[in-house]
Antibody, heavy 119, light 106 residues
Framework: QVQLVQSGAEVKKPGASVKVSCKASGHTFTSFDINWVRQATGQGLEWMGWMNPNSGNRGYAEKFQGRVTITSNTSISTAYMELSSLRSEDTAVYYC????????????WGQGTMVTVSS | SYEMTQPPSVSVSPGQTASITCSGDKLGKKYVCWYQQKPGQSPVLVIYRDTKRPSGIPERFSGSNSGNTATLTISGTQAMDEADYYCQAWDSTSWVFGGGTKLTVL
């Protein structure tokens, strides 16, 4: 079945960077946009950015411009989200999600990756 | 930046109808989708393009969108529907989520 499987939990110090991976299976990786969404404990969903693995086109939420980079490796059907200059407020669960054009929505989500930023 | 507003909480009795609203400027001109999220789980898409249900989502979930308000309606609400619900829409260059609504079934 269609799945997005994310990398494991991370603990980082303030100022460091984190790179989370998202491996797709069960569908053609290059046929769908991949989005990244985060959720702090007890808080709502926050969209961070997207990319299309086929075209390489990407876009980022204004809040994260300059700090987030979304990339992909099509040979292994994997997308990545790297967030730099981490601060305690970046402690959250990070999700990848598939976004088919014909749905205008995210129909498949990864299981989430907990990133903790602490000194 | 575009904002969408949801009530923080909605309560409903089992078997009754729950309505969760999402408000935003001229929201009716955008496609709205809805997600259900239970504690410790990833969000699940329950409505897309205002009114459409993905395969596997029960018929008791329905959606509408007009003017400045989109609404998720759950008919014959069941205990298993207790969860957080989020609306989402695309605004020019960004996806935007509403703040979320906690649905309590009591």
């Amino acid at each position: 079945q269609v799945q997005l499987v994310q990398s494991g939990a991370e603990v980082k110090k303030p100022g460091a960077s984190v790179k989370v991976s998202c491996k797709a299976s069960g569908h053609t990786f290059t046929s769908f946009d991949i989005n990244w969404v985060r959720q702090a404990t007890g808080q709502g969903l926050e969209w961070m950015g997207w990319m299309n693995p086929n075209s390489g086109n990407r876009g980022y939420a204004e809040k994260f411009q300059g700090r987030v980079t979304i990339t992909s490796n099509t040979s292994i059907s994997t997308a990545y989200m790297e967030l730099s200059s981490l601060r305690s407020e970046d402690t959250a669960v990070y999700y990848c999600a598939r976004g088919p054009d014909n749905l205008d929505a995210f129909d498949v989500w990864g299981q989430g990756t907990m990133v903790t930023v602490s000194s | 930046s575009y904002e969408m507003t949801q009530p923080p909480s909605v309560s409903v009795s089992p078997g009754q109808t729950a309505s969760i609203t999402c408000s935003g400027d001229k929201l009716g001109k955008k496609y709205v989708c809805w997600y259900q999220q239970k504690p410790g789980q990833s969000p699940v898409l329950v409505i897309y393009r205002d009114t459409k249900r993905p395969s596997g989502i029960p018929e008791r979930f329905s959606g509408s969108n007009s003017g400045n308000t989109a609404t998720l309606t759950i008919s014959g609400t069941q205990a298993m529907d207790e969860a957080d619900y989020y609306c989402q829409a695309w605004d020019s260059t960004s996806w935007v989520f509403g703040g979320g609504t906690k649905l309590t079934v009591l």
